[in-house]
């Protein structure tokens, strides 16, 4: 996965994590950014090789999340379906937190 997936990926889960806020989106990919980096570095320094492997040398599993966390799209809603017959309204299995 490239450098720019990474920060697309890290930026997404930064902005469900706050509670899906409007209008923060720069300041998500710039904290994204910064962590991509410094891990990058980290990796770098210790030897570790190449960080964009992803995968289990990343501690994610295949598609990004997170071992025992919910996936990305596991929320309420659907992303990006333009509104259509889902919007306000939980698409297939999924159950709003509680």
């Known amino acids: 996965m490239d ?3 990474r920060i697309r990926r890290r930026a997404y889960d930064l902005w ?7 209008g923060r989106d ?3 990919w710039q904290q994204a ?9 980290s990796l770098a320094e210790s030897g570790r ?3 964009s492997a992803g995968g289990l040398s990343s501690g994610l599993q295949p598609g990004g999340t997170v071992p025992g966390k919910a996936s990305p799209g596991s929320g309420v809603g659907s992303i990006g379906s333009a509104g259509g017959q889902t ?3 939980a698409s297939g299995n999924a159950r709003k937190r509680k």
């Open 3 to 5: 450098r720019e997936d």
């Open 33 to 41: 950014s910064e962590q991509i980096d410094s891990e990058d570095r």
């Open 26 to 28: 720069i300041e998500h």
């Open 49 to 51: 090789g190449d960080s």
């Open 87 to 89: 919007a306000g309204k």
């Open 16 to 22: 469900v994590s706050e509670g899906r806020p409007e």
